[in-house]
């Protein structure tokens, strides 16, 4: 994975996002996200800074709450999941349950339903057969 200037930019603007989205201000800019010691493995840590109040750091709490809330957003800008972009601290959000494109009542009404008309051709072979002996 290819990490230069233009996915550091992307990362931060998808933090900036996320703090705006959880805190309804739109005081969080890209250069309010810090990224630090990043190494070739796209290993970083990052601090969030507040610019009303002057180089003072958000706290990691709301961080945690804004990152947690638009984590899918995030995985999605990179085209990653949960198991690939992996926040330290932040639990995954666990993904909505996967509902079948067929409901489980149509399949068992399908094979209770095939049944009986088995049966009943069953019946019907086996009556005219007797009928013919």
């Known amino acids: 994975y290819a990490w230069d ?3 550091e ?4 603007a998808m933090v900036a996002f996320a703090m705006r989205r959880y805190s309804s201000k739109s005081t969080t800019q890209i250069s309010n996200v810090l990224l630090c010691n ?3 493995r796209v290993s970083f840590w990052f601090v969030v800074t507040d610019s009303s109040k002057n180089v003072t750091t958000v706290p990691g709490s709301e961080v945690e709450a804004a990152i947690r809330m638009n984590r899918n957003r995030i995985n999605n800008a990179f085209l990653l999941t949960d198991k690939t972009l992996q926040f330290l ?3 995954s959000t666990l993904s909505p349950p996967v509902e079948p494109s067929t ?8 094979v209770v339903l095939c049944l009986i008309v088995a049966g009943i051709v069953f ?3 086996s009556g005219i057969q007797k009928h013919k002996k």
């Open 123 to 125: 019946l019907v072979v």
């Open 103 to 110: 409901p489980v009542w149509l399949i068992v009404f399908g």
């Open 89 to 91: 601290k932040i639990t």
């Open 5 to 7: 200037a233009n996915e």
């Open 38 to 40: 990043v190494t070739d």
């Open 9 to 12: 930019y992307l990362f931060k």
